[in-house]
């Protein structure tokens, strides 16, 4: 079965600093879904990537999956007190999505 | 739209206690999956659906039931709740199983077996 390594599990930084998120997985990558969770809400969806060296950006979130489909990273520039939350990577397995298990972002202002 | 509801927000029940936990979509997807969340695990998959009538088993379905007698409903049961249930629950749904379908997910349900 297909597993993801989120790394890493959590992570603070100062309000203004970049940083990434790295997701991998032991099988090669169909669809690769990145989610934001605030602390007691639901999971809202931010980026899905299909193609080898695909690259998407949202507002200043930027996705990437690697060449070999293999691995994908997540970045924030500029970060802010909005980015904190749980990040997951989620990976396509046929009729369902395994998940990473989530990196915590805290951003310190 | 509304999205992905669940209903309810938060429950709490008695060790034996049977409840049933309400997921709705308003958008005709096919696909619907519940999951739990428990700290440091992630999201695991307890039972899924890809489409009316039809279940299947995920990850972790033991001690949990479903059903999916409407297409925009899946609901899950509780027969003899146990303190290990006590976790968030989350339901999702999706048009279908193509990977370039997004899943979308209802706010939770907050439950605590004492």
């Known amino acids: 079965s297909q597993e993801l390594e989120q790394s890493p599990q959590s992570l603070i930084v100062q309000e203004g600093k970049n940083l990434t998120i790295n997701c991998t997985s032991s099988k090669t990558l169909y669809g690769l879904y990145w989610y934001k969770q605030k602390y007691g809400e639901g999971l809202i969806f931010l980026m899905m990537?299909?193609?080898?060296?695909e690259e998407k950006s949202h507002e200043k979130i930027t996705a990437k999956l690697d060449e070999k489909k293999q691995q994908s990273s997540l970045h924030i520039t500029a970060s802010q007190p909005s980015h904190a939350g749980i990040y997951l990577c989620g990976a396509d397995n046929g009729n369902k999505l395994v998940f990473g298990a989530g990196t915590i972002l805290r951003v310190k202002s | 739209n509304a999205g992905v509801t669940q209903t309810p927000k938060f429950r709490v029940l008695k060790t034996g206690q049977s409840m049933t936990l309400l997921c709705a979509q308003d958008m005709n997807h096919e696909y619907m999956y519940w999951y739990r969340q428990d700290p440091g695990m992630g999201l695991r998959l307890i039972h899924y659906s890809v489409g009316e009538g039809t279940t299947a088993k995920g990850e972790v379905p033991d001690g949990y039931n479903v059903s999916r007698l409407k297409k925009q409903n899946f609901l899950l049961g509780l027969e003899s709740a146990a303190p290990s249930q006590t976790s968030v629950y989350f339901c999702?749904?999706?048009?279908?199983?193509?990977?370039?379908?997004?899943?979308?997910f209802g706010p939770g349900t907050r439950l605590t077996v004492l």
């Open positions: 990537l299909q193609k080898g060296g």
């Open positions: 999702a749904s999706r048009r279908g199983g193509l990977s370039t379908d997004t899943q979308y």
